[in-house]
């Protein structure tokens, strides 16, 4: 199901999970290879053909029939400050968005820099956003409005990786550290995106977060307890803020108890589910309390 499945070393905290620098300074940022990506958007789908489950779903549920004329979106080759490259290649890259969500993507890369440690941020590495998939319309990337990403850097400085496929082997506090990155990540996009997919979906994800603006629309997450957000939330409890929660998906008297331990901790009180910025305030302090912005 993965791109790469070979086995890798692991390499400094700071370094890219594939070690591939070296190949962007000898040419990635080329206008040669700039070119390549921006006109050829209808790469093969480096996921394959294989079960997408709940993207089927919100898709379905929310779209028409017809898939997006692809010239209504403008090719991006930004968020912000970060630059794009296609991960498979480390070459810079354009995509197509849709306006909305290339729009609901600055206002997460806006808060990321807000509530974290690191310099701005430089580098977005994707697997894309925008896919003629030929699949009956039925994923919100054929309307540019999902976007895969596999990690974000200030240089060699990496800000998170979703390279479960490559990090998972790693040991010590080189996979603690890596695996807090990612839940603070994937806090912030729970936020902003109400449908975020990690690893613990299914294997087509252990290389990257897929994040689509199909039930938040242009504003932010609401809590639905969903199994894919319960998984994240009791993630985010067991990896950010150490409560040793049981990942299984379901809202069960364990997941409430440690989360309103957090909000009390963080100040806020209350449960997740008495209102959205309860929901919204974890999931803030789970980005800055796993990136060590705030220590709480
Ligand atoms: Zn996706």
């Given amino acids: 199901m993965n791109e790469q499945s070979t086995p890798q070393p692991a390499p400094s905290a700071t370094r890219s999970p594939l070690n591939r620098r070296a190949v962007l300074n000898l040419g990635g940022l080329t206008a040669a290879g700039f070119a390549a990506i921006a006109s050829t958007p209808a790469y093969a789908d480096p996921r394959g053909t294989g079960p997408v489950g709940d993207e089927n779903r919100s898709a379905a549920g929310a779209l028409a029939a017809a898939c997006v004329t692809e010239t209504t979106?403008?090719?991006?080759?930004?968020?912000?400050?970060?630059a794009l490259y296609y991960e498979p290649t480390?070459?810079?890259a354009s995509f197509r968005f849709n306006t909305t969500m290339h729009?609901?993507?600055?206002v997460?890369?806006?808060?990321?820099?807000?509530?974290?440690?690191?310099?701005?941020?430089?580098?977005i590495d994707s697997y894309g956003a925008y896919v003629d998939r030929g699949d009956g319309c039925v994923s919100l990337h054929n309307y540019g409005r999902a976007f895969d990403i596999a990690s974000a850097w200030t240089g060699t400085t990496r800000h998170f990786s979703a390279r479960y496929d490559?990090?998972?082997?790693?040991?010590?506090?080189?996979?603690?550290?890596?695996?807090?990155?990612?839940?603070?990540?994937?806090?912030?996009?729970?936020?902003?995106?109400?449908?975020?997919?990690?690893?613990?979906?299914?294997t087509a994800h252990h290389n990257h977060f897929h994040v689509d603006n199909s039930r938040s629309g242009a504003g932010l997450s609401v809590l639905s307890k969903s199994g894919t957000q319960t998984n994240s939330i009791q993630a985010m409890l067991n990896y950010v803020w150490g409560k040793g929660t049981g990942i299984d998906g379901v809202y069960g008297n364990q997941t409430i108890q440690h989360s309103n331990e957090v909000l009390a901790q963080i100040g806020k009180g209350?449960?997740?589910?008495?209102?959205?910025s309860h929901w919204h305030a974890f999931l803030t302090a789970t980005t800055r309390k796993g990136t060590g912005m705030q220590a709480y």
């Fill in 166 to 202: 490559t990090w998972k082997a790693w040991t010590g506090t080189e996979l603690t550290g890596v695996r807090i990155q990612y839940w603070a990540a994937a806090a912030s996009l729970h936020l902003h995106f109400e449908h975020t997919l990690t690893y613990l979906y299914n």
């Fill in 270 to 276: 209350g449960s997740l589910t008495t209102s959205q």
């Fill in 108 to 123: 997460w890369q806006s808060f990321w820099d807000a509530n974290t440690p690191y310099p701005v941020m430089n580098r």
């Fill in 73 to 82: 979106m403008p090719y991006q080759n930004t968020i912000n400050s970060a």
């Fill in 90 to 92: 480390s070459a810079a």
């Fill in 103 to 106: 729009s609901r993507l600055k």
